[in-house]
């Protein structure tokens, strides 16, 4: 495994990915209703290629596959933080974390926030993070509970 900025034109595998995860992985903590509000089947391709690039994320790599990405925001806000529903607990999050912390040590930023699922809290939990409140978010008319979550560096 190793760590690269996303290249253009990876904008569908992460798509992929992050329709994939949350369908999969982020449904042991919300309903139905809520994934499917969150990675809609008719999401606007445009849009997200927008969002993409954007963030401009980290990828992880294994095998010429992107297996997890994240990005890291001038203020030190963390995005996304997604790994491939059939690569969880195998250090694919530990190593794109281990990357985002460097780089924000290396560009001096304080503190590392983020907006994070019920599913992700306790890997962001162990890396540092407390919760600085719970929240509810909203995609249309969805509810969705999630936590705001800082880390000081």
């Not at 900025?5 to 904008?11: A, I, L, M, Q, R």
């Not at 994320?57 to 529903?85: K, N, R, S």
């Not at 985002?100 to 907006?115: C, F, G, M, W, Y």
Request: charge should be negative; hydrophobic fraction near 35%.
């Amino acid at each position: 495994m190793h760590i690269r900025k996303y290249k253009p034109g990876e904008e569908q595998e992460l798509w992929n990915l992050f329709y994939n995860t949350v369908r999969a992985v982020n449904l042991a903590d919300y309903t139905q209703q809520q994934v499917e509000a969150w990675a809609p089947d008719d999401a606007d391709m445009s849009k997200w290629h927008k969002r993409i690039e954007g963030i401009n994320p980290y990828v992880c790599i294994e095998d010429d596959a992107i297996i997890g990405y994240t990005d890291l925001q001038p203020e030190g806000y963390i995005d996304h933080f997604y790994v491939h529903h059939q690569r969880q607990r195998r250090g694919v999050g530990k190593l794109l974390y281990e990357t985002v912390e460097t780089e924000a040590l290396r560009k001096q930023i304080a503190q590392l926030t983020s907006e994070v699922s019920i599913t992700a809290r306790p890997f962001f939990e162990s890396c540092g993070f407390e919760v600085v409140e719970p929240q509810e978010v909203y995609i249309g008319d969805i509810a969705f509970r999630n936590f705001k979550m800082r880390k000081s560096l």
